[in-house]
Each structure stands twice: as C-alpha cells, then as structure tokens.
C-alpha cells in the first residue's frame, strides 16, 4: 500500500507565502516524476509544477518566478514553495508522485488535497 500525504496549506494574505509538503510512504521501490496540481471551486484540475527524480523541473505559466518545487529523494518528499500568493491562487492542492510500488505496477498516486486559501 502506497500514500501520499500532503501537509502545509491553510489561509494565507495577498502577496504572502506558503510550504507544501507531500510525503510518499509504503512499499516504495521507485518514486519518479513527482509533482503538484490543483482545484479551484468550479474549474477543471491543473498542473502546477512537476520534477523528475534527477531534478528537472516544470511550471505552469501562471506559476513562473512564483513557486519553486523541490524533492527530497531520501525522504520521497516532494515540497512546493509558493510565494507572492493572490487570490487566483486558492485552491485545493494535490500532490501526484509516478511509483513503481513492490508487489505491483508503476502507476500515478494522489493525495488527498490540502486547502490554500488565499485572502484578506
């Protein structure tokens, strides 16, 4: 059995910053591309930012010079680092991580989501 859990949102002023960690454990022979995406109320899933196990990394353009992934391969943590946060970004963010899991096939995990909220 394989879980992601996410930790770190919460409620947050414009122009503040949050931590996103997401922890995978279980039986884990691989962890590779891990990354982060998120919901807001009424609109669609969407990536964030990912990074491969060696480091490289992606961002959405909405994120660009804002937020900084990062991992962790010791700790299979993968971490998201939002700064300069407006209301735009409120959400419910989701960790994703690409696992070869002992016993069975590698396939995409999620977490369970963890609430930004971005406000005044």
């Known amino acids: 059995q394989v879980q992601l859990v996410e930790s770190g949102g919460g409620l947050v002023q414009p122009g503040g910053s949050l931590r996103l960690s997401c922890a995978a454990s279980?039986?884990?022979?691989?962890?590779?591309?891990m990354g982060w995406y998120r919901q807001a109320p009424g609109k669609q899933r969407e990536l964030v930012a990912t990074?491969?196990?060696?480091?490289?990394?992606n961002y959405a353009d909405s994120v660009k010079g804002r937020f900084t992934i990062s991992r962790d391969n010791a700790k299979n943590t993968v971490y998201l680092q939002m700064n300069s946060l407006n209301a735009e970004d409120t959400a419910t963010y989701y960790c994703?991580?690409?696992?070869?899991?002992?016993?069975?096939?590698?396939?995409?995990?999620w977490g369970q989501g963890t609430q930004v909220t971005v406000s005044s």
């Open positions: 994703n991580a690409d696992i070869w899991a002992l016993g069975g096939l590698r396939r995409p995990y």
């Open positions: 990074i491969t196990r060696d480091g490289r990394t």
């Open positions: 279980g039986r884990i022979l691989s962890i590779y591309d």
